[in-house]
């Protein structure tokens, strides 16, 4: 399956926008800093350093997501003739500066971590080489794109580890927050572990398998409940008939009626639970249906679920066998930002941080080396970029004077399996749901902390 990135100009589906517009997907402070280093002939390369200061509450690590979308992005970035004239309406830049933004191409280097790779506090998930003003522009983007999409990709895989095998499917698009966050939510989720999606245009674009069936309204509209599951049955044999909509064991009994009254025919594949006491009930569902002779008919379980709620079950020993999770995972409800920064760590090939309180910045561009111990990774290291040192280097340079490379361009089964493989070796309390105590390592090499400290001597002398 390939990720069928689509057409630039359907990036957004809201009517009007288009890739044409991104240019002004900024904030303004970007554009007025890009014509003060025009002016100041400050275009040579920075070095701009993504990265989360520390990770939210429970989280062991995060998935990195969003690469992707933010290549794409470099690669096609341009302004057009309107949004040029828009920002001449506003009185704050010059004719040489418009003229300059009108000529504008994306021309630098972007290193950056696979997506599905697990990282932690302070490590790089991708770096800009570019010049200056270039780098300067893509903030807003880059960050808001990496954000979100590694927000609920991390969030997703809590859900999957929780689920313990069983499938998840995504059936949180409409109480997302808009339309763009929702499509890249079930790319995220894809790349995160989640079997499935209801959101059937993020089916279209991304090639992620698409799933669902009915709500409780259809089952309201038709005069009887056994009526609603007969012609539900009949247009769609292997389907999930949802049990819950008046009394959820007299719904049972009737998929099971129905089921004597279909005989070899009955090719319903499972009940869905969407309230209640789901382990009580699925109990009693279980029961119900075995008894019947309905040992293959699965139950299936939604109705606000989260990671907590799904290990209970699961360790109760549940009789469930998938789940559907919206909002809590949608929404990333217990942790929905991360502490993520874009920092200038180089200019004009010297060594830049900041010596804000609480705000560390490592200088210079960087590498991070995973370290095994036979199959299972134990540290990271964080070390300047060209150290050698024992561990896989996790930074990889995706794209090389604003074109995408090959290595920045992954089918999005590829990075399904990858984010299964590198969670596969992170020690067993780091990629549970429960809080790792003690917390995965991360270390800065001696040469990164020297280099850090010589900057900061010079910066603060």
């Known amino acids: 399956m390939h990720m069928n990135t689509p057409d630039p100009k359907e990036w957004f589906p809201v009517e009007g926008a288009a890739q044409d517009e991104l240019g002004l997907f900024t904030d303004l402070y970007e554009l007025t800093m890009m014509q003060a280093y025009l002016e100041e002939d400050m275009m040579a390369d920075a070095v701009f350093s993504l990265f989360v200061r520390r990770l939210p509450s429970r989280r062991n690590f995060l998935l990195a997501c969003g690469l992707d979308t933010v290549l794409d992005y470099l690669e096609n970035l341009r302004f057009t003739g309107e949004a040029i004239a828009y920002l001449a309406s506003l009185g704050k830049f010059s004719d040489r500066f418009l003229t300059w933004l009108r000529h504008f191409r994306f021309t630098g280097d972007v290193y950056a971590v696979p997506e599905g790779t697990p990282v932690f506090a302070n490590e790089p998930i991708l770096e800009v080489v570019a010049p200056l003003p270039e780098a300067q522009l893509a903030e807003t983007f880059i960050m808001n794109q990496i954000h979100v999409q590694t927000v609920l990709a991390s969030k997703a895989q809590r859900v999957v580890t929780a689920a313990a095998g069983r499938p ?30 209801s959101n059937v245009l993020a089916g279209k674009r991304y090639g992620v398998p698409v799933a669902g069936t009915m709500a409780h309204s259809y089952i309201q509209a038709h005069d009887d409940e056994m009526a609603a599951f007969r012609a539900f049955a009949r247009l769609y044999p292997e389907t999930v008939l949802l049990v819950d909509t008046y009394d959820t064991l007299a719904g049972v009994r009737k998929v099971i009626d129905l089921a004597r009254e279909l005989g070899e025919t009955f090719r319903v594949r499972a009940v869905r639970l969407d309230s209640g006491d789901l382990l009580a009930l699925s109990r009693q569902s279980r029961r119900l249906l075995d008894e019947a002779g309905l040992d293959t008919v699965e139950i299936f379980a939604s109705g606000g679920l989260d990671e907590d709620a799904i290990a209970a079950l699961v360790s109760s020993g549940a009789p469930i066998d998938g789940f559907g999770v919206g909002t809590s995972m949608g929404v990333s409800e217990d942790a929905p930002t991360l502490d993520i920064a874009y920092k200038l760590c180089e200019y004009a090939g010297e060594g830049r941080l900041k010596l804000s309180t609480g705000k560390p910045v490592l200088p210079g561009r960087k590498q991070v080396f995973r370290v095994a111990e036979g199959s299972q990774d134990v540290r990271d290291v964080i070390a300047r970029a060209g150290e050698d040192l024992p561990g896989r280097p996790l930074l990889a340079l995706m794209m090389h004077k604003g074109k995408r490379l090959p290595s920045g361009i992954v089918d999005l089964e590829t990075a399904r399996r990858y984010a299964q493989e590198q969670i596969a070796r992170l020690p067993a309390p780091v990629k549970a749901v429960a809080e790792a105590d003690p917390p995965y390592p991360v270390e800065v090499s ?13 910066i603060g002398g």
């Open 446 to 458: 001696p040469v990164l902390s020297d280099f850090h400290a010589k900057v900061t001597a010079r």
């Open 168 to 197: 998840v499917v995504d059936f949180g698009p409409r109480r997302m927050h808009g339309i763009d966050a929702a499509l890249k939510a079930a790319r995220a989720f894809y790349i995160g572990g989640v079997a499935a999606t």
